[in-house]
């Protein structure tokens, strides 16, 4: 099996699976307890804490919290300002963001807040112009992701934390970093020293699904998601995951030391599966071109054919992407991302996310550009768009001389 959808989970590695396995059996106490036993399992998490604090900057005692994963990190941030500001009730964001922040903002629209979506150019990039206009006297909260989940697109978070606290110090910022933890740098004491709140999910760096993190920088007022225990402070209630925490934090030790290497090593990747699939495919188009993308993420347009028959093709040879994020699969709706991108209607139906991860090999790389022009000749002659005789788009559909 050849797996590319990396930005919708990883692989557990096998020392983070090492470090969790002793959580599972002979130290499964709850780390809230007093006995002796407990205080162990207390104090790794307390260990682990502070390792991921070290990695992302946080010195304040209580400023992490552990989650089950990056969309209750969200939906806590967001619910618990709300909560603590009730006299603010504009909230900004992007018409891009993950379901997680997306699906909220709406719901809080229909229940009575404005809400600002900002849009994008046809490259994925904010519109800046339109993001400042945006904030107004009665905004309580801008949330912006780090990265797109589907374009790999990168948001300049440093920039547009810092015009929203020359705008207003009082505003909130959010930054949903889940496809960007460990990949890009992030340090709240440095490059995000405008960030209020960073939420971001394990399984996305070799971590097991079911844990996450959010930062809440001190001084923030936000009122508990989760109520009904004294644990993270009392921000959070509920038993600590012990095991996946472990992981998580062992994880994120290990991204930091292979970081350079793996971000050179995927970007090489990347680029000769962009390359090789545009030199071998015509009709194509990489969404997102043009414009400061992750190193392991490529989505790709092509035209004419429906990327569920591209999957279904690439799934019987072996290989796993898929076609946007995985919170969204199933769907027959077009991607909202390449929808606000205006990809054209003869693509965007028909575009797929190749993600790659420390694990991804040269050779399945190459395997993927032996396979992938079959597939899409195979599915074009089925295509009523296409000629088949001429080897080209029927009556010009988009704009063909």
């Not at 400023?63 to 909230?91: D, K, W």
């Not at 994880?251 to 793996?262: F, L, N, P």
């Not at 993308?293 to 796993?320: K, W």
């Not at 991607?335 to 693509?347: D, E, G, N, Q, R």
Request: net charge negative; charged share 20%; aromatic share 8%.
């Amino acid at each position: 099996m050849i797996y590319l959808d990396n930005n919708a989970t990883t692989s557990v590695s096998p020392e983070v699976l090492e470090s969790m396995l002793p959580f599972f059996g002979e130290q499964y106490f709850n780390p809230s307890s007093m006995y002796e036993a407990a205080g162990f399992v207390r104090d790794v998490v307390e260990r682990s804490r502070v390792l991921i604090s070290e990695m992302l900057g946080i010195t304040g005692l209580g400023e992490l919290i552990f989650t089950s994963c990056a969309t209750e990190s969200v939906n806590a941030a967001i619910f618990g300002v709300i909560a603590a500001n009730p006299q603010r009730r504009h909230i900004v964001t992007t018409a891009v963001e993950h379901p997680a922040v997306l699906e909220v903002c709406k719901l809080l629209e229909r229940s009575g807040f404005e809400v600002s979506f900002v849009g994008v150019n046809e490259r994925g990039e904010l519109d800046i112009n339109e993001f400042v206009r945006s904030l107004r006297s009665d905004t309580l909260l801008v949330t912006v992701m780090h990265a797109n989940n589907e374009t790999g697109v990168i948001f300049p978070i440093e920039r547009l934390a810092r015009v929203v606290k020359e705008t207003d110090p009082s505003i909130l910022f959010l930054c949903d970093a889940t496809q960007s933890a460990t990949k890009l740098p992030i340090r709240v004491d440095g490059n995000f020293c405008d960030v209020d709140m960073v939420a971001f999910s394990g399984h996305k760096f070799h971590a097991p699904k079911g844990v996450g993190g959010l930062f809440i920088r001190r001084g923030v007022y936000c009122r508990p998601f989760l109520v009904g225990g004294h644990q993270e402070s009392g921000r959070r209630g509920g038993t600590e995951n012990v095991a996946f925490i472990v992981g998580m934090a062992r994880a994120m030790e290990i991204a930091a030391q292979t970081h350079e290497e793996d971000i050179v090593r995927l970007r090489y990747l990347r680029d000769k599966l962009e390359f090789g699939i545009l030199e071998r495919v015509p009709y194509v188009v990489i969404n997102g071109a043009g414009a400061e993308r992750m190193p392991n993420t490529l989505n790709v347009a092509v035209h004419f054919i429906e990327g569920e028959g591209i999957l279904y093709q690439l799934s019987d040879r072996g290989i796993c992407a898929s076609s946007g994020s995985a919170c969204t699969s199933g769907s027959l709706e077009p991607s909202h991302v390449l929808t606000a991108m205006k990809i054209p209607f003869t693509a965007i139906h028909g575009s797929l996310r190749l993600s790659l991860s420390r694990y991804t090999t040269e050779a399945e790389i190459d395997f993927v550009l032996k396979e992938f022009p079959t597939i899409v000749t195979n599915l074009r002659r089925l295509s009523p768009y296409w000629n088949q005789t001429n080897n080209k788009p029927r009556k010009n559909p988009i704009g063909e001389k």
